[in-house]
């Protein structure tokens, strides 16, 4: 009878506690993590080198941007962004404000970049006294249009071979580079190893290049100052390269970088209108004046920059 009793006590217990269990009232689950993103930051550099040419007279400039980010799945997603950098151009145009947009889709290893950018230079002037409604010519006789803005569309892919190791290329093509008429393709290749993390405690370090080459058409009329190019000039194709070496800590980056081109100190001169161009001996089949640029010329760019997102300040 005992035994009864404790039996049908230990069902009344479990019963009883099953019960207890029941009334609880069970946490929710996490919700899910949020499709959107940003990421935004901001940088300081000796010189703000483009495709391997200065665009901010190899002064010091400034950078920031802002990129909202909306992921569709884990390997899909797409973005929009506006980045501004100061400038020094030939026209008085003093800031580059870009506004680009596109997707990123991965496949395991694989990641692409397919997207839009549009460069603008507000605040330009016109100097060609050949053309009405300009200023003269710059001192240095050179000539630029004061709508230097233009759009490109790219594509860029990346392979992670390793924790260590990754490979690039990318391809750039707008129908009117720097709005001068000529069109312009740029295609780019490049690769980063990062270094084991035991090297410098708490910093991490990368070594990086690229190496590009820009194809460009020629000119419209505008730049058809030349009595053999009276419809416009033949822009120079050229090559260009940077190596460099970075150490990132946290959310900053210190960028050490050397760049430089093919192009010779006319042909720059040539392509970019430089306002500080000068010189006489710099005589090139569409530079017959003489005037050299330094802008093309091999230079050393540091660079310091910090990137955040949501995720950072969490």
Request: charged share 10%; net charge neutral.
């Amino acid at each position: 009878m005992k035994t009864v009793l404790t039996a049908v006590a230990a069902v009344a217990l479990s019963t009883s506690a099953a019960f207890a269990a029941d009334l609880r009232v069970k946490a929710p689950p996490p919700p899910p993590p949020s499709p959107w993103d940003l990421a935004f930051g901001s940088a300081l550099m000796t010189d703000y080198n483009w495709r391997g040419v200065s665009q901010s007279n190899r002064k010091p400039s400034v950078a920031a941007y802002f990129e909202p980010r909306y992921n569709i799945s884990p390997n899909m997603q797409f973005y929009a962004g506006i980045a501004g950098e100061s400038i020094s151009f030939p026209n008085r145009a003093a800031a580059e404000i870009d506004f680009y947009g596109g997707v990123r889709p991965t496949f395991g290893p694989i990641a692409l970049d397919l997207g839009f950018w549009y460069y603008y230079y507000p605040g330009g002037q016109c100097f060609n006294g050949a053309v009405a409604g300009c200023l003269a010519a710059l001192p240095n006789t050179n000539v630029i249009k004061d709508v230097m803005s233009f759009w490109e569309v790219y594509g860029k892919a990346a392979y992670t071979i390793s924790d260590a190791l990754a490979v690039g290329a990318g391809l750039y093509y707008t129908p009117s580079w720097m709005n001068m008429g000529a069109n312009g393709t740029y295609l780019a290749g490049n690769a980063k190893y990062t270094l084991p993390a035991s090297m410098l405690p708490g910093i991490g370090t990368y070594i990086s290049g690229e190496l590009g080459h820009y194809w460009l058409g020629t000119t419209d009329a505008f730049y058809g100052i030349i009595p053999a190019f009276p419809a416009g000039i033949n822009l120079p194709d050229y090559m260009t390269w940077n190596i460099g070496v970075g150490f990132t800590w946290k959310v900053f980056t210190l960028d050490l970088r050397y760049y430089d081109t093919d192009l010779s100190r006319g042909d720059c001169n040539a392509l970019t209108s430089d306002h500080t161009a000068s010189g006489t001996t710099f005589v090139t089949p569409i530079n017959p004046g003489g005037l050299g640029s330094r802008w093309c010329n091999a230079a050393f760019i540091a660079k310091l920059s910090a990137d955040l997102t949501l995720g950072n300040l969490k």
